[in-house]
């Protein structure tokens, strides 16, 4: 049975993509992927033949080598190009509508590897059951204004969101 | 005088400070935060103090009702989660020195990526033989902002 289509985009909905195919996946961490993501690790994928179906990012050169791809109205990061010659880009894996197609393989730039990573995985879980339902949800349902992890004819909804 | 953690988006357009002590440290593997960081995980801190802007503001996206993150418009980073009036909480990779606050808890576990429980089993790509060549801030010219406040800064300068 053929894989679904490979797609992805920001929380917003006003950036899509496709990808014909995937590459490696790596977790990097140096410096610049952990500022540009605001997180400890860039998660990154080699999108090959990728397309942008509704939309573009916008784009911040930020080396002389590199530039990087974010949507300019939710500021989701989107890509990171290198220009190689083969035209792929590496795509931030969080952005694709299931992320569980891009398992990174891989570390890659560890020497800005952050000093409590590996106890990450060890943290304790927030018991919800002690959580007051009036404090987590003031007795009506969270309304998300994020686009759904497929591709949509039309975004944001016509009708809007619910209130 | 006050020790301030400061921080700021890639580029440097956005800039912040905030005084401690740290209110709140996590990550959350929710699908919001990881779309919205378009990342597997996402590792935020809150603090006592307000969050002062130094230098410009975020724009923000509400991404559901009562939530509202920011980010920079320049360059994309990702930077605040803010439910309803409840204390700013930045993104840890955004500050200047993210190995100071250790999240103490993980939020939504249930929506973990498949390799956050593996992750230590990856294997390492071989480094460099050199100082300067382990190091890809010594290879490549930078136009990220420095981890440190800066008097004057144009974004992307020098390029």
């Not at chain 2, 382990?134 to 930078?142: E, P, V």
């Amino acid at each position: 049975m053929p894989q679904p289509e490979l797609t992805g985009g920001c929380q917003c909905g006003a950036v899509r993509y496709r990808a014909a195919s995937l590459g490696r996946a790596a977790l990097c961490h140096c410096r610049m992927c952990q500022k540009a993501f605001g997180s400890f690790f860039g998660p990154l994928v080699t999108g090959f033949g990728v397309t942008w179906t509704r939309g573009e990012p916008s784009w911040f050169q930020s080396s002389d080598v590199a530039r990087r791809g974010f949507c300019r109205d939710c500021g989701t990061p989107l890509a990171y190009d290198l220009g190689p010659d083969d035209g792929s880009l590496e795509m931030a894996i969080g952005t694709l509508d299931n992320p569980e197609r891009a398992p990174p393989t891989i570390h890659v730039n560890t020497h800005d590897r952050l000093s409590f990573f590996e106890t990450l995985t060890a943290l304790p879980v927030r018991d919800e059951s002690v959580r007051p339902l009036t404090e987590r949800r003031k007795g009506a349902p969270v309304v998300s204004h994020q686009h759904p992890d497929h591709d949509t004819a039309v975004w944001p909804p016509k009708e809007g969101f619910a209130a | 005088m006050t020790d301030y953690f400061t921080g700021g988006c890639q580029c440097g357009a956005v800039r912040y400070r905030v005084a401690g002590p740290v209110r709140h440290a996590s990550i959350c593997n929710c699908r919001m935060c990881q779309k919205a960081l378009g990342n597997l995980t996402a590792p935020f801190v809150s603090f006592q103090a307000p969050v002062e802007w130094t230098r410009s503001r975020p724009t923000l996206f509400r991404s559901s009702m009562r939530v509202q993150r920011g980010f920079c418009n320049q360059c994309g980073t990702p930077l605040t989660y803010q439910r309803g009036d409840m204390p700013i909480s930045l993104t840890i990779g955004s500050l200047d020195r993210p190995n100071v606050v250790v999240p103490t808890v993980e939020l939504a576990r249930d929506n973990r990526h498949p390799v956050i429980g593996h992750i230590d089993e990856l294997r390492e790509e071989s480094q460099g033989a050199t100082d300067e060549e382990r190091d890809i801030l010594a290879i490549l010219r930078s136009y990220q902002h420095p981890d440190q406040d800066t008097e004057a800064w144009t974004p992307g300068g020098g390029q």
